[in-house]
């Protein structure tokens, strides 16, 4: 299956010259947010409003939340980003969505109005967007896509299962091409929760190669969407499958190694191993944050180095365990990236990209 | 197969429900609300493992248990290629009021509901309960969720990633869709009429249905070839509003096409019609000129949602399973609140338990977003 094109909505901008330009640019500090509860301030990586303001695309998307907006954005971009939006056809265009959270501000304000106001009195606009399948239905009202749309979710492997899935239908000519995308935001009460659950970094540094038995997080949000197609077509950035991964497997052989741990799964130490001995290995979730489906966008990244032939810097580059990180941004041949997430049993998912 | 619902804790009081033609429902009693719209609840117990405190969970289980013992299966699993595809509404959300209101008034709040949301993803549970290692995913597509999660698991199936899947799904009656549902004016206060001239809206309801689906050459391995099997699903997208289907229906009518061409039968060769059929004016309306179109003025239609309220995630999973029982049975239930053919609509319900004859049957399902499902459902000879 093909990456005929991609999409990105993150905290550093739109779009895939935004992704390259902060795979270049590295780490930069996150905002901070006062977060209800929390006795301090929590670092987070936000989606502006700048960047969510495209009258144009979201025409049809007005009354939408962050979840819908972030989504329709990615969505479309990624069908631009093809250069194969004229010759789509919309009645064989699937969308998958996953999510592990989905659209959580929204309906923690549809609670807002049953608890101010009564069972009897709740906002229907509120409630109809509180679906986590809303975001779907944006995609496909702005795309006008009338292939099946699914939006699924799962708490290690959201886009893992999108992607399988995805392949599926391609392969058994459901579809002629598959809008697959991930999403997931930030509000209040899951800062709280994250800022309860999980060990906020201080500095504002996610150290994925710490592999720390209790990681750091800087909570994060966006959306990234891939069009995926049979055979390759449009920009075409790389050939894409998700596989599995046993505990206690052999390492997986990769020309760049993407270890998915993000700070929210618990101990991280079980990566060690898994990355122990690969040629090369490289992190950029400290660009995007801790996402609960950051695999996609650690999937964007790994497309775009295939796709320069570029392997980007590690913008974290902490190694007390002495792996063969990318210290420097260089060029260079590389013929497939994997990206590698555990869940908290050890048992894993990748995402392999080949050029 | 294993089906809960307000029809019945099982499969075999479920037929025995249809068959009588009894309505069981009533006032809520799991929760307070100042709505008093009628609701169908399940009132079987529930004995599921008391670390899962969701009741969405717990019917699921229940369910889950009846369709290993009739597939001859046990609960472990491991060493063979298994999935799990659930759907669902209320159990992907994290809507505890309490917890929420704790938060807003205290800016603290305990963590348990966050850590039994956090573990209880509901194809991860049962991926779990039965020790599939193989891709499991929650369906969230509103009120065709566990439709669409058969459809995955059918091409989980057919393109070799699994010999067997754990699909279905389950929604319990809950506080936050009865708010949200009578937001939008859509609840009968009385018994639901699908179909009906003088219809006034659903009755919401919970429950599970659980299918086990197996690979043929995985099924004769084992000896257990089953007689009822998905013969194909179709989906499509209406592309057009969050909350209300296509007027012109082309979206539900490209689904179910595409489900028939997936079966390789013709429209004549369905014998019945398993509607999605809510009891609201917009969807019975529009999938009822759809099912005119594509089987005829002729075509048997029910909708068993006067038995079971909506349930939601569940109905989709719920629906196949009668449409399958259906045709082993040779008998569809009279279409519950069907009394008078409403001008709109070129066809009608059943109004009486009927016989059928046939291999194959179709369950439809349209919800929030514009998506469309299409189940054909056949049956072995």
Redesign the interface.
Known sequence: MNIAGMGIVFSRGRGVAALEQALQQGWVAPSEVEV??LTNRLSVYAVSSETLADKTVLAKARRADRFVRMSVLAASDAVQDSGLSGKLD??RLG?IIA?A??P?VT??N??????DF???????TA????????A???V??T?????????????H??FH?AL??A???L??K?CDAVLVGAVDELGA?ME??CG??SRPAKDGRIRPFAFSSSPETVPGEGSVFFLLTGEPAGAAYADVVSGVFEPGASPVSAGLMLPDNFGMSGDESRYRDAVAGVARAASYVPVFGSIMTGSAFHAAAGALVLKRQMCYACPVQDNPHGVNICRETVAGPVDNVVCLRLDCRG?GKTICLKH | MGAVSAAGGDISETLECFAAGRRNLGKVTLFP???DYPVFEVHRPLNGPVRYKSRTIQLVLAALDEALAGARLDRNMSGRRVGVCMGT?VA????D?DF??S??R????P?EP??SF?KG?L??VVAAEVQA?G????????CSSSA?AI??AL??I??G?CDLVIAGGGDELN??P???????SVFSHKPCRPYDRDREGLNLGEGAGVLVLESEESARMRGAMSDVFVAGYG?????????APRPDG??LE?AVQ?SLREAGIQPPEVCFVNAHGTATRDNDKVEGNVLARVFGLDAKVLSTKGYTGHTLGAAGALEAIFTALALREGWIPASAGFENKDDEIPIGAVREKTAVAGQYAVSTSL?????NASLVIGRRT
């Open positions: 209800r509860g919309k009645k969308v999510t959270l989905g959580h309906t923690f549809f609670l807002d109005g049953i608890i009564g069972d009897a009195a709740v906002s229907p409630f109809s967007h509180s679906v986590h399948n809303a779907a239905s944006y496909a009202m795309l006008d896509v009338r292939g099946p749309t699914l939006t699924m979710t799962h708490f492997f959201a299962e399988l899935l392949g599926a239908w392969q058994e459901r009460v709280y929760a309860q659950k048992h | 609300s100042s709505l509404t992907s959300q994290l809507n009021i929420y209101q938060y807003r205290d800016g603290a709040a963590m966050v850590k956090l993803n194809a991860e290692s891709p499991a995913v929650t369906v969230v597509n509103a669409d459809g995955a091409s989980w057919r393109g990633i506080r936050i009865l708010c949200g549902f009578g937001s939008l989906a499509a997208c209406d592309a057009h509003h969050l909350t082309s979206g490209a595409h919800a929030f977003g514009g998506n």
